[in-house]
């Protein structure tokens, strides 16, 4: 059996999860709503202050669906509660980043401006040389953080780019000069 399928998810105070035909699972929160059409071969119940997911067989793609199932709707409930956010660190001298209504604007040492806009329901925060990315949905945080990244990403000499916050560098030693 799934170690993670098999685990209820506890459903908090103040938010609502309902199970429509073919697994459309809308969890409700104080943060907002989220819905997702989940694999229609699981099994969602909700009872009460639980959310229990049953597999139909011990099939190999029935046991790969089962742990992410529990996972994806354990993640809305997250999410519609405490929201999730990725922090984004610039380094490099003269890399700058500007926030000003939806828009995101970074200096990256190219020729021109990076300009990105906010996606719907995510909201990004600039402080100093450190964006963060908030939102209800894990998905579109962690996608709208990659895209950051992905316009400079950090070099393995000076270490300069966008690098999240946790993220370590591995670093190479530079060219040595002839004696």
Do not use: C, F, W
């Not at 009872?47 to 029935?62: Q, S």
């Not at 329901?121 to 040389?129: A, P, Q, R, T």
Request: proline letters at 5%.
């Amino acid at each position: 059996m799934s170690r993670i399928g098999r685990m209820p998810i506890a459903i908090p105070a103040g938010v609502t999860v309902e199970v429509a035909e073919n697994n459309h699972v809308t969890v409700k929160g104080p943060k907002g709503t989220l819905e997702r059409t989940l694999p229609s071969e699981m099994d969602i119940k909700v009872e009460g202050a639980e959310v229990i997911v049953t597999r139909p067989n011990d099939l190999k793609k029935m046991k790969s669906l089962h742990g992410l199932t529990r996972t994806l709707i354990n993640n809305m409930v997250i999410g519609v509660t405490e929201g999730y956010e990725k922090k984004l660190e610039v380094n490099g001298v003269g890399y700058r980043v500007q926030k000003s209504g939806k828009n995101l604007t970074l200096h990256l040492g190219y020729s021109h401006p990076v300009d990105m806009v906010d996606p719907e329901g995510l909201e990004s925060v600039v402080d100093g040389n450190v964006i963060t990315i908030k939102g209800i949905d894990k998905e579109k945080v962690g996608q709208y953080a990659a895209e950051i990244r992905d316009k400079r990403r950090p070099e393995p000499y000076k270490g300069k780019g966008i690098k999240y916050m946790d993220e370590v560098i591995r670093r190479k030693a530079g060219k040595t000069g002839k004696k």
